[in-house]
């Protein structure tokens, strides 16, 4: 099956410094999404992409859809405590009927005061 | 702001007993899926629901596994036998288009 591998699958960080994690894949994805879930909540949308090569800021986060859509990025500047979750990457196919997304295995982020 | 809403947010059964579990999407969404997370590890797609009928499933969505839209407001799975290895926690999401909106959770417990 369809596997995204998410990279690192935990940071530990002090307040204040830059963090950037990865999604890679086998497979061709059409619409890139991460997530944010915090302990015993559903995933929070932070960012969605559509197009190979986009670009798109929310606030401290930054995403990328990548050339070959085989991977994205998301960068978080200047973390603060409340960064503190699991993000998820989640990638769904083009000709996914049902628009089933596809998760990455999360990177857990530890921040510092 | 709207939210997809889950009840109950926490289910203890016993192994072998059916359990349904409730969702209210966001009220102009078109699409409903069920997603189930076994703690600590990631998010797995169930099954996607559109235009009253299954779009889309998983291998785990097996014949144990139902989904329902009784009104114009609830989507609900039911899990019919339950097993020790279908205790994760569900999450269901509903969306527009692409964007999906999960809601908080129903833990599930089977003993």
């Known amino acids: 099956g369809q596997q995204l591998n998410q990279s690192p699958q935990s940071m530990f960080i002090q307040e204040g410094e830059d963090v950037s994690m990865n999604c890679t894949s086998s497979s061709i994805f059409n619409t890139w999404l991460w997530y944010k879930q915090d302990p015993g909540e559903g995933p929070v949308l932070l960012i969605a992409l559509y197009k190979a090569g986009e670009l798109t800021s929310n606030g401290r986060l930054t995403a990328q859809f990548g050339i070959t859509r085989k991977d994205s990025f998301l960068n978080i500047s200047a973390s603060i405590p409340s960064d503190v979750g699991i993000y998820f990457c989640?990638?769904?196919?083009?000709?996914?009927?049902?628009?089933?997304?596809?998760f990455g295995g999360g990177t857990r982020l530890m921040v510092k005061p | 702001e709207p939210e997809v809403t889950q009840t109950p947010s926490h289910q203890v059964t016993q192994m072998g007993q059916e359990v349904i579990l409730r969702c209210v999407p966001i009220?102009?969404?078109?699409?409903f899926y069920w997603y189930r997370q076994i703690l600590g590890q990631k998010v797995e797609f169930l099954v996607s629901?559109?235009?009253?009928?299954?779009?889309?499933k998983s291998e785990i969505f097996d014949d144990q596994f139902s989904v329902e839209r009784p009104d114009g407001s609830n989507f609900t799975l039911k899990i019919r036998s339950t097993k020790l290895e279908d205790s994760a926690m569900y999450f269901c999401?509903?969306?527009?288009?692409?964007?999906?909106?999960f809601g908080p959770g129903t833990r599930l417990t089977v003993l």
């Open positions: 629901f559109y235009n009253n009928e299954i779009s889309e």
């Open positions: 989640a990638g769904r196919r083009k000709n996914n009927a049902g628009n089933m997304l596809t």
């Open positions: 999401a509903s969306s527009p288009n692409n964007e999906q909106f």
């Open positions: 009220s102009n969404h078109l699409y």
